[in-house]
């Protein structure tokens, strides 16, 4: 299908499966599929098999010092296909492992579902439920078996390998202890000594005495040396299939068809809101590439954005994706209306639902509606990948959403202005980038950007149009001193060992020369090493820094007593003392009236201007305490904007959660009241806040879930179904089902005595 025949995507999600000559050249072959999905939104490229046989990722070694730092618990708050992505930091202390991560995906509550089991609504106890769950175990049990069988195999194979080293070495030993002596030699101190056994030698291992061409021995004497020194790595990533082991038990990836995934989309949606949330090792700034000239590697991509001077993770330099079940990435476009490109390393696949590029206006119109209170703080609300709602909801608002589901080796481009969104099936690992095409720089010049937090991109495209610099040329020559590293990158690297630099030794290191040794290779042969005192000069005037064609904007809140970018229902402070100055943003010390009502501290107040008019002031800021100036916001994503401002608590008992006064108005699960009522027949000004776990309306819409899902429980039973009831002393019985009557919610069994 061109794509002038179709220009609302009516045919779906375009595929491509490209040549290797049509694919190895990344910016030409973008240029070829830009038209289908500038109507399309996102398109599926599935590269070439010798592509895919030729991608070598980073080592075991690399793998096991990768750490997923501050992953985060996904909350989805509301009801009906429409929801709001809440995001908490999880092990901000110790980061995890990715063997960690691949445990946690393993459990029953984020493993990958069967796709083969389909929508299965059966009692557990019936008849046909039984007969999968043994069909399940019995997999399981095989499958462990099997494992064991190999593990045994490879111990037995180990074992053998080293007696018979262990016994060629003792017979060489044997054969050196009476062989004699050349004629002329006197025996004793000149005898021929006995072959050492050695795990690095060829004697040892069967490997051939010759030497690779073009290795010294110097450089193979420091390798076996570094080696020796370093830890040894966790087994089980050297073990451990990561394209396979992510699977169900008895299930193989060919089982994903789209019938399958179709299965997992609805169980996705059914148990969105109800289940456990899941957790997503997100925004983690690295690559699993491990050859930079690989092409398309996704951090080494011919584009636009290698003009700027700033690295940002995420848009010109990758991120690492580290997905379970059900963790999701909720409607959005990406920063300035960038491409994006997606590549599934190893794991299960993902699922991605697109608007179509026609109806982009009319899905921001109704966006608008579902979350009007995000729409009047941001413009941009829609890049903060907070508002979900389901492909049912929007059909029913006239929009339609095309699917498409990702798999491992395949790579998902998304578009200017593409609306996109979806969810993980299981465990994966993705790598993900910006980049632009020339096209892009008109639709750079007119993308906004967000103003309501403090990590929004903007890209100067005019700066990005002129031509780069000439370096000078101090700057170009090879310099020995060390490059600083980010201590929070999660980009694996092998670990350096420091050791003694000889004339023997000063050889370059085996394998291709990484960036960091790119000076260290074109140096000439090594002079005399001499021993120089350098004497720090004093510090001169600091030259200023070439200015980054990336800026971070900081938004500047015009209340001091919330983040809210709101303008209206302002009043100024009076005689604001310099400690409340200090805390203000701008110059002038205002604060909104709403706010200052709600705080106990603080009151407004009509002043007597001098003239006949008054205006009214916010007092009492000096009064705040401490503890109120440091309390949390419960609903701001942001750090520092949940740090800003004061807070009010929930006013239930000792609850200690706090919110902004704008975030309790705006949170769709808390309730906030502030006005006149009556105590002892006297209007009294009062404030009520109840956070989402003291609302009674939240409280009773939980129990209606609970009693929905029960409802559909036992309205899934079948006559004859062997259930077990709970008594209130906790025990419970076992009993045979005999009708169930939906009008009175009553059940009838039948005990095993009769």
Known sequence: ?????????????????????????????????????????????????????????????????????????????????????RNIERNRNRPLSVREWFNKCAHDDFKTPDPRQGDRTVDRDSKDARAWQRERAAAVKAEKSAKRAAALKRKQERDAKKAEEKKNAE????????????AGQVGGEDDIPALENSSHTSHSDGEPIATPEGTPPAERGAKRDMEEKLPPVDPFYETVDFKKDWLPAGATQDDFTVAGCSNIEKRFWKSIGMARSSWYGADLAGSLFADPKTPWNVAH????????????????????????????????????????????????????????????????????????????????????????????????????????????NEFVITFPRGYHAGFNMGFNCAESVNFALPYWLEIGKRAKACTCVNFSVRIDVDRLLQSPEPEPEEASKPKRKRKSTDSTTTTPRQPRVRRRRTEASSVAPSGPPTEADAAEVKTEAPAPV?????????????????????????????????????????????????????????????????????????????????????????????????????????HCVDKRSALTGTKIQCTKGKCVRAFHIPCARNHPQVSYWAGEKLVDGKPTFAVELLCPSHNPDV????????????????????????????????????ATLVSVDEASSTVLVQYADG
């Open 530 to 634: 001499k021993i120089v005192l350098r004497i720090p000069q004093p510090p001169g005037p600091r030259q200023p820094e070439a200015k980054s064609g990336i800026t971070r904007e900081a938004p500047k809140p015009p209340c001091i007593l919330c983040p809210s970018l709101a303008t209206d229902d302002l009043a100024p402070v009076y005689q604001p003392s310099d400690a409340i100055r200090a805390l203000s943003s701008t110059p002038a010390v205002n604060a909104h009236v709403s706010c200052a009502i709600a705080v106990p501290e603080v009151y407004t107040e009509e002043i007597d201007m001098g003239d006949g008019n008054t205006a009214v002031y916010i007092r009492g800021l000096d009064d705040i305490g401490k503890d109120r100036w440091k309390l949390k916001c419960s």
């Open 171 to 182: 017979g060489a030993k044997d054969s050196s202890s009476f062989r004699s002596p050349p």
């Open 301 to 408: 991509l011919p584009n636009l954005l290698q003009r700027l001077k700033g690295k940002l993770p995420g848009v010109n330099t990758p991120y690492l994706y580290f997905g379970m079940w059900r963790a999701a990435f909720s409607w959005h476009v990406e920063d300035m209306d960038l491409f994006s490109i997606n590549y599934i390393h190893f794991g299960a696949p993902k699922f991605w639902y697109a608007v179509p590029q026609a109806e982009a206006e009319r899905f921001e119109t109704v966006t608008r509606s579902y979350f009007p209170n995000d729409a009047n703080t941001c413009d941009q609300f829609m890049r903060h990948k907070s508002c979900t709602l389901s492909p049912t909801k929007l059909a029913q608002e006239g929009i339609r959403v095309n699917k498409l589901v990702q798999h491992q």
């Open 1 to 85: 299908v061109l794509p002038d025949d179709d220009p609302g995507a009516h045919a779906g999600i375009p595929v491509f499966k490209p040549t290797y000559d049509e694919f190895k050249d990344f910016d030409v072959y973008m240029e070829r599929v830009a038209p289908w999905g500038q109507r399309s939104s996102i398109v599926k490229i599935i590269p070439p098999q010798e592509w895919v046989d030729a991608v070598r990722l980073v080592d075991a070694r690399a793998m096991s010092q990768l750490q997923i730092r501050s992953p985060i618990e996904q909350q989805m708050l509301g009801k009906n296909g429409v929801f709001v992505q």
């Open 699 to 734: 409280v009773q819409m939980k129990k209606r879930k609970a009693q929905d899902e029960l409802h559909r429980k036992v309205m899934g039973l079948k006559s004859g179904a062997t259930v077990k009831i709970k008594l209130k002393g906790g025990a419970s019985i076992e």
